[in-house]
């Protein structure tokens, strides 16, 4: 296990988009990674967080993603493209719109990808550092 300040270190070296069009959950979650040290890149729709990723600057660490956000490019739809075009960049879930027992959501929770919402900041923080 990581000591607390090589965790810290370690943090202080990834760079996060967090894309969600919910103004305050956006506020809560780059508070709460900002203070464990994590550089945050945020955008409220998925047309400008793909806008960010094509830009390249800076450079990406992880996506973390609500899934159903207006526009024309949702959660999922981002996550079809980075993976098509940038295979490396991981991209992991939030939701607190689909059902339970929805297919996609019970195989995203299966494979570790989704972080249900409400969440704590330690759940956020441990979902974030487990990848």
Same mark, same amino acid.
């Given at each position: 296990m990581l000591s607390?300040? =090589? /965790?810290?270190?370690?943090?202080? &070296?990834? #760079? &996060? =988009?967090v894309v969600d069009d919910e103004v305050l959950i956006l506020g809560l979650v780059r508070r709460v990674l900002e203070?464990? *040290?994590? #550089?945050v890149i945020t955008s409220r729709n998925g047309d400008h967080a793909?806008?960010?990723?094509?830009q390249g600057k800076p450079k990406l660490d992880l996506v973390l993603t %609500?899934?159903? /956000?207006?526009?024309s490019? %949702?959660?999922l739809a981002l996550a079809g493209k980075i993976h098509r075009k940038y295979r490396k960049l991981p991209v992991l879930f /939030?939701?607190?719109? =689909?059902?339970? *027992?929805?297919?996609r959501a019970v195989e995203m929770a299966r494979k570790g990808l989704l972080l249900r919402k409400p969440f704590s900041p330690k759940d956020l923080v441990e979902f974030i550092d487990s990848h």
């Open positions: 607390s300040s =090589l /965790m810290q270190a370690k943090r202080a &070296i990834r #760079t &996060i =988009l203070h464990g *040290n994590y #550089t793909w806008s960010v990723v094509e %609500d899934i159903v /956000m207006p526009g490019i %949702d959660g /939030m939701t607190g719109a =689909l059902p339970e *027992n929805d297919a």
